[in-house]
């Protein structure tokens, strides 16, 4: 959850963050584990609709013994996680047709560089 741990390690060099206080006693923010009836509930409604805000997510969040902020996070953080995986299979799709995309390109530049290189014979 949202909890914070009891002291860590007071020579630790990292940084004051929204979770960790200036002081000597430095407080780490515990991961969340989620059940498995859990993640396959979030899944599901992952499926049906990427965002899920208002009180959806409070119903949700409700329905699955979370905080509102954890089904946040999580959505924010499978949203990425679906992002990742939809550029991974465009790009193998594309190397399938032997287009080579450059690493910074996104898909429209690449649209724009295979307009570019169209062969005309006049």
Same mark, same amino acid.
């Not at 009836?37 to 119903?59: A, H, I, N, P, S």
């Not at 699955?64 to 991974?88: A, C, D, G, P, Y």
């Given at each position: 959850?949202?909890? &914070? ?7 630790? &060099?990292?940084?004051? +963050?929204?979770?960790?206080? +200036?002081?000597?006693? #430095?407080? @780490? ?5 989620? #059940?498995? =009836?859990?993640? =396959? ?6 499926? @049906? ?14 329905? &699955? ?6 089904? @946040? ?16 299979? #465009?790009?193998? #799709? ?16 690449? @649209?724009?560089?295979? =307009?570019?290189?169209?062969?005309? =014979?006049?």
């Amino acid at each position: 959850g949202l909890e &914070l741990s009891h002291c860590v390690g007071t020579n630790s &060099l990292v940084p004051a +963050g929204p979770w960790r206080s +200036g002081g000597p006693c #430095k407080m @780490k923010r515990v991961r969340t584990v989620f #059940k498995p =009836e859990q993640l =396959e509930r979030l899944e599901q409604e992952f499926l @049906k609709q990427q965002y899920m805000v208002g009180t959806e997510r409070v119903d949700l969040a409700a329905t &699955l013994h979370l905080t509102e902020t954890q089904v @946040k996070v999580w959505f924010q953080n499978r949203r990425i996680k679906w992002r990742k995986q939809s550029m991974e299979q #465009k790009a193998a #799709k594309l190397s399938q047709f032997g287009v080579i995309q450059p690493a910074t390109a996104d898909s429209t530049d690449i @649209k724009d560089h295979e =307009e570019d290189t169209v062969d005309v =014979e006049l």
